[in-house]
């Protein structure tokens, strides 16, 4: 069974503050692939990365960094500097071969970033 | 760009009547899952396709609820009857396919349904 818990469910923040959303996931499959997607309020589900179970370096991109720990089975996404235009509700996803490589999302975390 | 297509964006239907939602996938993407997303949740997967053949609809309330992609290109999901508890976000996917490594997901607008 493959499994995707993001505990946090809301947060809010201040235009310019640094952020942090956490993912944690769960499966016993030793390679696997892991996603953060963003929702806007239009609905549609961004897709920002995809992360290899086998790489364990960490990527910045822009504003946006990630880091990965199979120490800790998580997969956490940073925003720096965080915009108005951040505001939206951000999910991690799983996908592993037992699971027929089909997406498992959280729950999201809804960012809302104030002017 | 290419992207994932989807109508209609809103669909409001009475209980008991029959609806249907379209998606037209990214071109040469031979994966194509049907999710649904009830309000403050996540996605959860209703279907998956590889090409014209079901993957896997284990979640998927055969009851009231068929999908098809006949040509194993564009698909449809229809609900009858609907009922109050199936108004949500059905979200549209496709990907290159879901054998090979590296294969995200697109996503389509969706299409959100209300039951009244």
């Known amino acids: 069974a493959q499994k995707v818990t993001q505990a946090q469910t809301e947060i809010s923040v201040v235009e310019k503050e640094d952020v942090t959303l956490d993912c944690v996931y769960e499966?016993?499959?030793?390679?696997?692939?892991l996603f953060w997607y963003k929702q806007p309020p239009s609905g549609e589900l961004v897709f920002l990365i995809r992360?290899?179970?086998?790489?364990?370096q960490n990527e910045i991109s822009g504003r946006y960094s990630w880091n990965f720990q199979k120490s800790t089975s998580s997969f956490n996404f940073t925003i720096t500097a965080s915009q108005v235009v951040d505001s939206a509700v951000y999910f991690c996803?799983?996908?592993?071969?037992?699971?027929?490589?089909?997406?498992?999302f959280g729950r999201g975390t809804s960012l809302i970033v104030h002017p | 760009e290419a992207e994932v297509a989807q109508s209609p964006r809103y669909k409001i239907t009475e209980k008991s009547q029959a609806v249907a939602f379209w998606c037209d996938p990214i071109?040469?993407?031979?994966?194509l899952y049907w999710y649904r997303q009830i309000l403050g949740q996540g996605p959860e997967l209703l279907v998956q396709?590889?090409?014209?053949?079901?993957?896997?609809d284990s979640q998927l309330p055969k009851d009231r609820f068929s999908a098809e992609r006949l040509k194993g290109v564009d698909s449809t999901l229809k609900i009858q009857p609907a009922e109050l508890g199936d108004s949500a976000m059905y979200l549209c996917?496709?990907?290159?396919?879901?054998?090979?490594?590296?294969?995200?997901?697109?996503f389509g607008q969706g299409t959100r349904l209300t039951v009244v």
């Open positions: 396709f590889q090409d014209e053949s079901v993957v896997d």
């Open positions: 071109s040469g993407h031979a994966t």
């Open positions: 499966t016993r499959d030793t390679t696997y692939y």
């Open positions: 996803a799983l996908s592993t071969p037992g699971g027929s490589y089909i997406p498992t």
């Open positions: 992360r290899n179970s086998f790489d364990e």
């Open positions: 996917a496709s990907s290159l396919s879901a054998q090979a490594t590296n294969t995200e997901a697109f």
